[in-house]
T-cell receptor, first 116, second 116 residues
Framework: NAGVTQTPKFQVLKTGQSMTLQCAQD?????MYWYRQDPGMGLRLIYY???????DKGEVPNGYNVSRLNKREFSLRLESAAPSQTSVYFC???????????????FGDGTRLSIL | AQKITQTQPGMFVQEKEAVTLDCTYD???????LFWYKQPSSGEMIFLIY??????QNATEGRYSLNFQKARKSANLVISASQLGDSAMYFC?????????????FGKGTKLSVKP
């Protein structure tokens, strides 16, 4: 009963290094999301993929790229990490829903990323 | 602009008492959904309860209920008979169209501490 799986759980990078965060879901969901969570800021959407083959920018996309590899997998890449990208990153998935649908997003356990 | 506001950064409640966590929202869309998530210290995001804008009755899920006041644009979470395990961050989120394109918009959260 895995749900949404994120790897790695923790990572420390140096400024300028690159890294890809991996996310996979086994619920056959169409939509997937990447968020970052900073203290006092709640969750902010970085990128999302409404369905396989599409990706769109969220609220805070600068410095990130994404790939929807297939229906199950959605990766987030930091090309040149900066200290401002130190955060907890969450991946989520959901059915492709209408606005008034009661289907929630299901979250992974998060990746704690520190950039020195 | 669409926005979720949680005005209580932190709350304390005595074990076995009820507590209300405030959430106000702003949207001009007639169709929207409101979600509450719990984030314990372990970090995962747990879906608690949903309220749709057209729902005639307040949502309830076990010890969780929503005090939905549409005219006031508020969707407060009520936790009855608090338990020590309820100590966590609680996030209110909204799904609406407009600028968010149906994605979730999160508030900044309320940290609930349950005292024995």
């Amino acid at each position: 009963n895995a749900g949404v799986t994120q790897t790695p759980k923790f990572q420390v990078l140096k400024t300028g290094q690159s890294m890809t965060l991996q996310c996979a879901q086994d619920m056959n969901h169409n939509s997937m999301y990447w968020y970052r969570q900073d203290p006092g800021m709640g969750l902010r959407l970085i990128y999302y993929s409404a369905s396989e083959g599409t990706t769109d920018k969220g609220e805070v996309p600068n410095g990130y790229n994404v790939s929807r590899l297939n229906k199950r997998e959605f990766s987030l890449r930091l090309e040149s990490a900066a200290p401002s990208q130190t955060s907890v990153y969450f991946c989520a998935s959901s059915e492709r829903v209408r606005v008034y649908s009661n289907q929630p997003q299901h979250f992974g356990d998060g990746t704690r990323l520190s950039i020195l | 602009a669409q926005k979720i506001t949680q005005t209580q950064p932190g709350m304390f409640v005595q074990e076995k008492e009820a507590v209300t966590l405030d959430c106000t929202y702003d949207t001009s869309d007639p169709s929207y959904g409101l979600f509450w998530y719990k984030q314990p210290s372990s970090g995962e995001m747990i879906f608690l309860i949903y309220q749709g804008s057209y729902d005639q009755q307040n949502a309830t899920e076990g010890r969780y209920s929503l005090n939905f006041q549409k005219a006031r644009k508020s969707a407060n979470l009520v936790i009855s008979a608090s338990q020590l395990g309820d100590s966590a961050m609680y996030f209110c989120a909204m799904r609406a169209m407009g600028g968010s394109q149906g994605n979730l918009i999160f508030g900044k959260g309320t940290k609930l501490s349950v005292k024995p």
